[in-house]
């Protein structure tokens, strides 16, 4: 059972991120990177441009952990937007 979060809860840990896309594991598992680049990456710029507006309609309003957290999230999206697009250069 999960205990619910409490100011406590807050504390740093120090375990380190556990990255779990599927599609990054298709492309290690030897998918076709090119026709896995094209759906991945607009499947990316869609989170992306959902992410982007949610931030743009919040204004001030938005709790500052939780505006963090969601531009963390834009940064990664934008990164995979850049990785999934670059690799029909590399391919």
Do not use: C, N
């Not at 931030?55 to 990164?79: K, N, Q, T, Y």
């Amino acid at each position: 059972m999960r205990r619910p979060w409490t100011p406590g809860s807050a504390i740093p840990h120090t375990d380190f991120t556990q990255l779990r896309d599927p599609g990054l594991l298709k492309l290690f598992l030897g998918a076709d990177p090119v026709r896995l680049a094209a759906v991945q990456a607009s499947l990316h710029e869609e989170r992306l441009a959902s992410y982007e507006a949610l931030l743009d309609a919040s204004g001030d309003a938005m709790p500052r952990g939780v505006r963090l957290a969601l531009e963390a999230g834009i940064g990664h999206e934008r990164e995979w937007v850049r990785f999934w697009g670059a690799i029909d250069l590399v391919w």
